[in-house]
């Protein structure tokens, strides 16, 4: 660690922002603690690993949700970012972009193809399996549609050279028309599947904001204004029109504020979007104060896509080695969520090691990738009938 934090420093020049790859470790950190804190494998008479989780049972979890729905601060960085990285984003730009963040996909999806049928060789039962490919993809949902949002960029910028910071709130305002369908009067006559077309535009509006931050549209009024609206519009949401409580989804619910993305999303993004700004320079000035604090930022940041990829799989990994309280029970009672909690290190541990075989692997489907893609989508006909 002390050799690694020193070449950190020596690679870091003066004029970074480190705030911004602050804001986007703990996003990252945010998005996995909470997976790993909501997501329970129970076991069943049969032997195979169910998904279930603590909100079902315990419903004064849901505040904790508000806290560890970070994936608008990674929205924010990822716009800021994108603003800052070019200035013509052309579609070399794009592509360049997205294959940055397809590679790990592409040999995280590789590897879980082999290990899924190494799992079936040795006995592992076929419930078991499915949960595993079900976890695996939900965190490829939120890297396609980043990528979208990514493939967008060029829109974005347009749009904040016309309208400045306003561009976001059309983004805000679509997703609200879509739950005023979802929810309202005629809610019965309305198909389920038109909620989704609220998934580009919750995302988008925080992007947006991140765009109109790098430009130096948004200054510490703006972040005040973010801040307070965001949060009035989220206790109007819960105290008055009868939001689910939970920004994450409780298996059997009849609603989801993140799948698809309520008007829930937004608000809480803008929370968090007035905050970062609010907290930017103090945040800034602590990561140039603690150099072995700048250099873990560091790996989370070259490591993020990894993370996503593998994190809740480093939950089946633990489960299937070891069958104890906080792991595979009924995350029925508040012990669990302790239990939860005190296996939190092992779980990284585990992911650790899990990002470490990644980046070998990443390095071996460079020279393979035709075979990489073909095992790819052999994958993914796979995950169509489990998912």
Do not use: K
Not at 134 to 152: D, G, H, N, R, S
Not at 286 to 312: D, E, G, I, K, P
Request: glycine letters at 8%; a positive charge.
């Amino acid at each position: 660690m002390p050799g690694f934090t020193q070449r950190v420093a020596e690679a870091t020049p003066d004029t970074r922002d480190r705030a911004v790859d602050g804001l986007r470790a703990l996003a990252i950190l945010g998005v996995v603690g909470g997976h790993w804190l909501v997501t329970a494998l129970t076991a069943r008479p049969d032997g195979s690993l169910r998904i279930d989780s603590p909100l079902r049972y315990l419903g004064g979890l849901a505040p904790a949700s508000w806290l560890l729905q970070t994936l608008g601060l990674f929205f924010l960085v990822g716009g800021f970012a994108a603003a800052r990285s070019a200035s013509t984003h052309s579609s070399l730009w794009v592509r360049r972009r997205l294959v940055r963040l397809g590679a790990p996909v592409l040999a995280a999806t590789t590897a879980l193809t082999a290990a899924l049928a190494v799992a079936a060789l040795a006995g592992v039962p076929g419930g078991t399996l499915r949960t595993w490919t079900v976890l695996f993809v939900q965190p490829l949902w939120f890297i396609a549609v980043y990528a979208a949002v990514t493939a967008l960029t060029p829109y974005t910028m347009r749009l904040d050279q016309r309208l400045g910071a306003l561009a976001a709130l059309p983004f805000a305002a679509a997703v609200a028309v879509v739950d005023l369908f979802r929810y309202g009067p005629w809610a019965d006559a309305v198909p389920a599947s038109l909620g989704y077309l609220t998934v580009l535009p919750a995302w988008l509006f925080t992007y947006q904001l991140g765009v109109a931050w790098a430009r130096g549209r948004l200054g510490r009024r703006a972040a005040w204004g973010l801040l307070g609206g965001g949060a009035a519009l989220f206790a109007a949401l819960l105290g008055w029109l009868d939001y689910p409580a939970s920004m994450v989804g409780v298996p059997g619910a009849d609603r989801s504020n993140s799948s698809p993305p309520s008007l829930l999303v937004p608000a809480l993004a803008a929370v968090q979007a007035g905050a970062a700004l609010l907290l930017r320079e103090r945040f800034d000035a602590l990561l140039r104060r603690r150099a072995r604090l700048w250099a873990a930022v560091a790996a989370v940041n070259l490591n993020a896509m990894r993370v996503f990829c593998w994190h809740l799989t480093a939950v089946v990994v633990l489960c299937l080695a070891v069958r104890a309280h906080g792991l595979t029970d009924r995350p029925a009672a508040h012990s669990w969520v302790l239990a939860r909690a005190a296996w939190l290190p092992v779980l990284a541990a585990v992911l650790a090691g899990l990002v470490a075989l990644a980046r070998r692997i990443e390095a071996l489907t460079d020279a393979h990738r035709m075979l990489a893609g073909a095992v790819a989508m052999a994958f993914a006909a796979y995950a169509l009938t489990v998912y």
